[in-house]
């Protein structure tokens, strides 16, 4: 544990790229041999709008980080925040509390409140109004998502008082758990819902994809599924039942255009159609 600590509290920008292309190329070629929907769909001509976001995420990231490394060294000089109140933790425990409360504070919480808040639902919708969600669907975020996004992880590595190696390690882990459960990949049923009771697996979150509500309005979790169950925003459906996108933005045409994904929040809201859910 002390290792992995220490390479990711010096870890190399190059080694973090690597972590973002090479899960993004290990899930694209997954989604070839493995494939959970045959879609009719171009994968590259669908890519683009997809990775351009991957990219303004990038840059915005970049260019706040130094925000995050300046917070997560003052928690962590100043022992603030819930991992350093708690005496005699091991550093397993250290660790594994850290990412823990960061995955509920920078991912499930924002999340939940994307999708309660209307403006910021709005800003949202850029990530659901992808039609045929695979691997790169995940870093799919308007760049005013990106900068929400970031705020809610720092306000998590600021309360959690997580140092900037476990900050690190938790992005790092983030970014593959996001790519594995957008990848279109169909793994066995009884071991996706295995896996369910642990980590987001990829049947769990395509619910979450689903045009409709309630389950658009379900299932949030990132990296860890705990949250989901414990405040009981959990639901199922079977796979074969999702149809992907939202029902207020039906307009595939468009929502493969990066102008129009980039003016969406822009629009007035619209009420969303709710389902009698089967679960």
Do not use: C
């Amino acid at each position: 544990m002390e290792a992995i600590i220490e390479y990711f509290k010096t870890i190399p920008s190059a080694h973090r790229s690597f972590i973002l292309v090479g899960g993004l190329t290990l899930f694209w070629l997954l989604e070839g041999t493995l494939p959970l929907y045959n879609f009719t769909y171009k994968k590259w001509k669908h890519a683009i709008p997809n990775l351009f976001f991957t990219v303004t995420t990038i840059v915005i990231n970049f260019g706040l980080a130094f925000l995050l490394v300046g917070t997560a060294k003052w928690v962590e000089t100043s022992q603030f925040g819930i991992i350093n109140w708690i005496p005699n933790l091991p550093l397993w425990a250290y660790v594994l509390l850290g990412v823990l409360l960061l995955d509920f504070i920078g991912a499930y919480l924002a999340h939940y409140v994307e999708h309660k808040v209307k403006p910021l639902w709005m800003v949202h919708l850029v990530h659901h109004t992808d039609h045929n969600v695979d691997t790169t669907t995940a870093n799919r975020h308007h760049p005013l998502e990106s900068i929400i996004r970031f705020a809610f992880t720092l306000v998590g590595v600021f309360i959690v008082g997580a140092p900037i190696a476990i900050v690190f390690l938790y992005q790092s882990l983030s970014l593959i758990a996001t790519q594995f459960n957008h990848a279109n990949i169909k793994l066995p049923k009884k071991v996706d819902e295995v896996l369910s009771y642990i980590i987001v697996s990829p049947d769990m979150h395509k619910v979450h994809h689903h045009y409709m509500l309630p389950y658009t309005d379900s299932n949030y979790g990132n990296i860890f599924s705990i949250w989901d169950r414990i405040f009981g925003t959990f639901m199922k459906l079977d796979r074969d039942a999702i149809v992907y996108g939202v029902d207020t933005f039906p307009d595939e045409g468009a929502n493969g255009k990066i102008g129009a994904l980039l003016k969406q929040p822009f629009h007035k809201y619209r009420k969303p159609t709710t389902v009698k859910s089967e679960i």
